[in-house]
């Protein structure tokens, strides 16, 4: 035979239940969470740049091929202009630029520097020079930070992380001549105004 509680007692053990297991939860001291718990910790993920941080005009801080000193503006909207200046040259032309991941890719336009000298459509691939570091501080997926102890599981959550602050003024380029016999190099331009 089997024994049964009153209803009115089963009523008020579960009331009282309700009532107490929320209660002791929220007097629990950090000390009091088992270690075979898995407590949730977020796993920052990288905003990507966006495009408007590399417009602005550019200088590239050394002379190019020979004499010339170049220098270029990128707009906000995928269009831009470039200088380029030296050796008796002086050249004004137009160029144009889109995001491809944490890079921007810039065309410039051939252009007519006058006395039947003209600058090729070379081409030039850039990213800010601590776009690695920047990303690897606050994406333990790419080599820093700690996720957290092995023992203890960790969700990957996204949260935001702000993109690269506004003192990212450098940017390192590969030029990449249109002309033949020419190599690609690897320069540095500076911001010169946003």
Do not use: E, H
């Amino acid at each position: 035979m089997m024994f049964r509680f009153p209803k009115i007692f089963t009523r008020v053990a579960l009331a009282a239940s309700v009532v107490l297991v929320p209660l002791a939860a929220a007097n629990a001291q950090p000390g009091d969470v088992p270690n075979n718990i898995a407590i949730p910790a977020p796993v920052p993920v990288p905003v990507p740049v966006p495009v408007t941080t590399f417009a602005g005009s550019w200088q590239i801080n050394q002379p190019i091929y020979g004499p010339y000193w170049v220098s270029f503006r990128l707009s906000q909207y995928g269009g831009g202009s470039y200088q380029v200046q030296g050796g008796g040259l002086y050249c004004n032309g137009g160029l144009t630029w889109y995001q491809s991941g944490n890079q921007a890719v810039i065309q410039l336009q051939y252009t007519n520097c006058g006395g039947g000298i003209g600058w090729s459509a070379d081409r030039m691939v850039c990213q800010f020079t601590n776009t690695y570091s920047y990303q690897q501080q606050y994406d333990p997926r790419l080599g820093a930070g700690n996720a957290g102890p092995a023992n203890i599981a960790v969700p990957n959550v996204a949260i935001p992380v702000p993109t690269p602050p506004p003192s990212a003024n450098q940017i390192l380029c590969t030029y990449q001549p249109a002309v033949a016999g020419y190599q690609p190099i690897s320069v540095l331009a500076n911001r010169t105004a946003y």
